[in-house]
């Protein structure tokens, strides 16, 4: 039997820029991707993989995804499932913030020191969520 060794989970965030929690969708994930968790992590661009990335799709069918996305619209977990597979998790950014007790951002970009601990929320709740993904794989 062929048993693939996961070692790295990819993280779809959605690419909203238009509404503030896409922003911090972003961000967030790329504070997971550089920082917190740098090697057990790639990231999947999500409008490539929509338009058809063979790359970004067969990681998508080989490994676990996380997905997260900036509102309801789901647009990440939506599309990864419907190009590659269920996700492993899928996170929403408004829960997250409300789990946290933080407002959400209002800025688009430039983010600084006041949007700082809903990105650190955002990240950490990601990089517990590849921790939980890999120790179940
Ligand atoms: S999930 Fe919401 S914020 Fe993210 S891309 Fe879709 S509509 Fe925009």
């Known amino acids: 039997m062929n048993e693939i060794q996961v070692t790295k989970v ?3 965030s959605c690419s909203g820029e238009e509404i503030p929690n896409g922003t911090l969708c972003r961000v967030a994930c790329r504070r997971v991707l550089d920082a917190l968790r740098p090697g057990e992590t790639v990231t999947i661009c999500l409008p490539l993989f929509i338009a ?3 790359e970004e799709r067969s990681f998508a069918s080989d ?3 996380i997905t997260v996305d900036g509102c309801e ?3 990440a977990a939506k599309a990864t499932e419907m190009l590659s597979g269920k996700p492993a998790k899928s996170l929403l950014v408004p829960e997250i913030l409300k789990r946290h007790n933080l407002p959400a951002p209002t800025k ?3 983010f600084g020191p006041v949007e700082e601990p809903a990105v650190e929320a955002v990240a950490e709740e990601i990089a517990k969520a590849v921790d939980a993904v890999l120790a179940e794989a």
């Open 108 to 110: 688009l970009r430039q």
């Open 10 to 12: 990819g993280i779809v």
């Open 63 to 65: 490994y676990p995804t």
């Open 73 to 75: 619209k789901l647009c």
């Open 52 to 54: 058809g990335g063979e």
